[in-house]
């Protein structure tokens, strides 16, 4: 399928580097050395998937994330120079979908960006399939794109995080899970999840879920202990 990429880097070395990279990989390459230009060329054409600096001049790319995510699914794949974890936690709590650090491995990184592409298309309104889902509450997961679904048949990217996330929960529903024990189910290659990790992806998955923070009925929060999923998943044929 054809894949349409914006790569956003204020580097003039690091940028050619990369779009030559992906053109090679038969993928559509958009260029941009700015959030404003990245701004313009999203409102012109359909973008599956943003590789985005963090640091360019003028606006920033956790703002241009947040700016993002608001108005869609794009995948977001974050690109920093830096090894800081708080600012990881602020990439993921503004709606990344993947974090790689300066210098990265370019096949990992086609590897990355494979995945996450897949899971946009398959995310997008016509292609529905119902061949792995699981029911709970008013909601299905279908796990073999990594989405859910509404009452209305309405989809929802989940970004690579909150499906691990959900499924752990899925998979001990009724048991109260630990930091320690989430953390342990979505170890990521290229960053180590903390406690304020999960907490972030558990008010992600609230807010997709519309389970009401102060109130919520799906995810509940056992003081001093962890998350306990009080739904019973069952499969959906």
Same mark, same amino acid.
């Given at each position: 399928m054809d894949i349409s990429i914006l790569i956003v880097e204020d580097d003039n070395i690091t940028r050619h580097c990369l779009v030559d990279y992906f053109r090679q990989e038969q993928y559509t390459v958009y260029e941009a050395a700015s959030a404003e230009k990245a701004e313009s060329i999203m409102q012109d054409h359909n973008i599956d998937l943003i590789l985005l600096d963090i640091q360019l001049p003028g606006k920033d790319g956790l703002t241009l994330t947040r700016e993002i995510r608001t108005r869609g699914n794009t995948g977001i794949i974050l690109v920093t120079s830096r090894q800081d974890e708080i600012e990881r936690i602020i990439g993921l709590e503004c709606g990344a979908d993947e974090y790689? @650090? &300066?210098?990265? =491995?370019?096949?990992?990184?086609?590897?990355?960006? &494979?995945?996450?592409?897949?899971?946009? /298309?398959?995310?997008?309104? #016509?292609? !529905?399939?119902?061949?792995?889902? /699981? /029911? +709970?509450?008013?909601? &299905?997961?279908?796990? $073999?794109?990594?989405?859910?679904? @509404?009452? &209305?048949?309405?989809?929802?990217?989940?970004? %690579? #995080? !909150?499906?691990?996330?959900?499924?752990? +929960?899925?998979? =001990?529903? #009724? %048991?109260?899970? @630990?930091? $320690?024990?989430?953390? $342990?189910?979505?170890?990521?290659? !290229?960053?180590?999840? =903390? $406690? /304020?990790?999960?907490?972030v992806l558990v008010g992600r998955l609230r807010r997709k879920l519309h389970d009401a923070p102060a109130n919520p009925r799906i995810i509940l929060t056992v003081h001093g202990a962890g998350y306990v999923f009080t739904p019973k998943a069952v499969p959906c044929y």
């Open positions: 790689v @650090s &300066k210098p990265f =491995n370019l096949r990992e990184l086609l590897a990355r960006t &494979k995945n996450l592409a897949a899971r946009v /298309r398959a995310a997008a309104p #016509g292609n !529905e399939n119902r061949a792995n889902l /699981r /029911r +709970f509450e008013n909601w &299905k997961l279908d796990l $073999d794109r990594r989405l859910l679904l @509404s009452e &209305k048949n309405e989809t929802t990217a989940l970004t %690579h #995080g !909150e499906y691990q996330l959900l499924c752990a +929960f899925i998979n =001990n529903a #009724g %048991h109260t899970l @630990s930091r $320690d024990q989430l953390m $342990d189910r979505i170890k990521n290659r !290229e960053w180590t999840p =903390n $406690d /304020r990790t999960i907490d």
